[in-house]
């Protein structure tokens, strides 16, 4: 069987489970069987048919699997969203199809060896994405952070496109300069640690720490596989923590989020920003607390798509931004451990087929971009995923392919298609 027909099963696969998910959904809200499930499910398996046509003509030879994976993640968040706001999953929909536009786009007319002759226009890019937030006439702060950008009825966070720009910056400069960087000349680090800096400077100043984060993992890990020199990661890991430790003592927003994720509960008052005295689960950590109680509300089976509890008697929401940031609390009092076990499980094999990609690409600039792009990918995950159950600080960053929002689903397409050409360049027959 080839690739390509491999691909066309998986998504099929994914259809059906699609139409299952709405059906429950539907039925939960309704409490009446209709065949508008039926309808979703076939919207979305023709949408994903073609994304499988323009696979089949431009990238033969790519990896089978990551495109029904990214389309079960995708129908997993458009399903639990439309559970819980069916005009947002309306909005997901409609980005979901400019993200598979764009996915086709990049596969039909992006030569991406020539990327690496631009690497230096993408590391400019990426330090011009971050700044557009710190703008006073179109920033937008959103909990504490300023990452959003405001162009009239647009809304946008940049850092997800600035996220991938720099991956190709730094896949297309460690390759030219991986033997000397090895060799560990402190000239050859300038421009590197020239943009790298702009970078963090620029995500410190936006207080997008949970960005700052995620690039810097990156950095380190393209670095590490670029020189193969355990000491560099070892040096950034120091500088980070150092770093950490002073921005926790100097910056209240990540010092706040600290004391959070090591105390979210007090069994008396604590000082409340904007309000008098009360218990720290009910004032800065009640978002974080909350989403506790809907993970551990989920025991092993789950309550059931369309069965959680996540409003209040008179409507109000209980978890503030349940369909972007804690969507994952959402699946997990639904699904339970076995189902959100089973979604972790398809995140890991979408990093392994990334990875996988990597080892098998013939040349230095395709084998750091997929490692970027694949490392970036599961970083998020952890990252979000691990605040929200407390393993590290509480982020502001989206699971991808399942949160709501457009700029991450656009991001992570692009990313997707990224993949796939470079799959397809390793897996062709040499002519």
Excluded at 256 to 275: D, F, K, M, Y
Aim: aromatic content about 12%; charged content about 10%.
């Amino acid at each position: 069987m080839t690739e390509r027909n491999r691909e066309l099963l998986g998504l099929i696969a994914v259809g059906a489970l699609t139409a299952m998910g709405f059906a429950s959904v539907y039925i939960a809200r309704q409490s009446v069987i209709s065949t508008a499930s039926l309808t979703y499910a076939a919207i979305f398996l023709a949408l994903y048919f073609a994304a499988h046509l323009v696979t089949r003509l431009t990238v033969p030879y790519a990896d089978p699997y990551l495109l029904p994976i990214a389309g079960l993640l995708t129908a997993v968040g458009v399903t639990e969203i439309y559970r819980l706001d069916p005009k947002d999953a309306f909005r997901q929909g409609m980005w979901v199809i400019i993200g598979v536009l764009l996915f086709s786009l990049t596969l039909l007319f992006v030569d991406y060896r020539r990327l690496e002759s631009y690497k230096y226009l993408f590391g400019l890019a990426a330090i011009g994405l971050l700044l557009l937030p710190a703008l006073p006439a179109i920033g937008m702060t959103v909990n504490g952070a300023r990452l959003w950008v405001h162009l009239g009825p647009l809304q946008f966070q940049p850092g997800e496109l600035a996220k991938i720009s720099l991956i190709v910056f730094l896949a297309g400069y460690l390759r030219e300069k991986r033997e000397v960087l090895a060799q560990g000349r402190l000239k050859d680090f300038g421009p590197l640690l020239l943009i790298w800096g702009l970078a963090m400077l620029v995500l410190v100043e936006t207080n997008d720490l949970g960005s700052a984060l995620l690039f810097f993992g990156i950095f380190l890990a393209m670095l590490y596989a670029a020189t193969g020199r355990l000491l560099y990661t070892a040096i950034g890991l120091g500088l980070f923590i150092g770093g950490a430790a002073v921005v926790y003592k100097t910056v209240a927003h990540v010092h706040e989020r600290v004391v959070i994720w090591l105390h979210p509960w007090t069994s008396s008052p604590v000082a409340c920003p904007g309000t008098h005295p009360m218990l720290r689960q009910d004032c800065q950590s009640y978002q974080l607390v909350k989403s506790l109680y809907s993970v551990a509300a989920g025991h092993y089976g789950g309550t059931g798509l369309g069965r959680g509890t996540f409003t209040t008697t008179g409507g109000a929401p209980l978890i503030p931004y349940l369909n972007s940031d804690f969507i994952y609390s959402a699946l997990a009092q639904e699904l339970g451990l076995i189902g959100v076990a089973a979604l972790i499980l398809f995140y890991l094999l979408f990093a392994a087929r990334g990875f996988r990609i990597s080892v098998t690409a013939d040349d230095g600039f395709s084998k750091l971009l997929a490692l970027g792009l694949t490392f970036g990918f599961a970083l998020q995950t952890f990252i979000i995923v691990g605040g929200i159950l407390r393993i590290v600080p509480l982020t502001g960053v989206t699971l991808p392919f399942v949160s709501y929002g457009g700029s991450s689903i656009v991001a992570n397409f692009i990313l997707l298609a990224g993949l796939l050409l470079v799959s397809n360049r390793a897996n062709a027959p040499t002519r």
